[in-house]
């Protein structure tokens, strides 16, 4: 049974940076597609950056202010997130999948869920 535990959220002043770790136990041998969603306050969750053998996917709202990484091993992923911004305020979850990536920020094709971390980004 897959299992994924986040770390790293907080609260940061706007423009500052914060990095969330993501650690993933249980995976199996073959291809695994891994990432980062956020819900917002009165929002849907929505995909932030995935990652798998061969791509990387941003959402447009974090391209070029947030990198998401993964280790040797394939269990952990990471995400620095920089200049932040308020609206960036928000739940943050590891998600995983048994299949490649193709390019999918759609929470609901994400059937492995950690229990989230919180980001609070203040003015």
């Known amino acids: 049974q897959v299992q994924l535990v986040e770390s790293g959220g907080g609260s940061v002043q706007s423009t500052g940076s914060l990095t969330l770790s993501c650690t993933a136990s249980?995976?199996?041998?073959?291809?695994?597609?891994l990432g980062w969603f956020r819900q917002r306050p009165g929002k849907e969750r929505e995909g932030v950056a995935i990652?798998?053998?061969?791509?990387?996917t941003y959402a447009d709202s974090v391209k070029d202010r947030f990198v998401i990484s993964r280790d040797r091993a394939k269990t952990t992923i990471s995400l620095q997130m920089n200049n932040l911004e308020i609206e960036d305020t928000a739940m943050y979850y590891c998600?995983?999948?048994?299949?490649?990536?193709?390019?999918?920020?759609?929470?609901?094709?994400?059937?492995?869920w950690g229990q989230g971390t919180h980001v609070a980004v203040s003015s």
């Open positions: 990652i798998d053998d061969i791509s990387i």
């Open positions: 998600a995983a999948k048994a299949s490649w990536c193709l390019g999918s920020l759609l929470s609901r094709n994400y059937n492995i």
């Open positions: 249980g995976l199996t041998g073959g291809t695994y597609c």
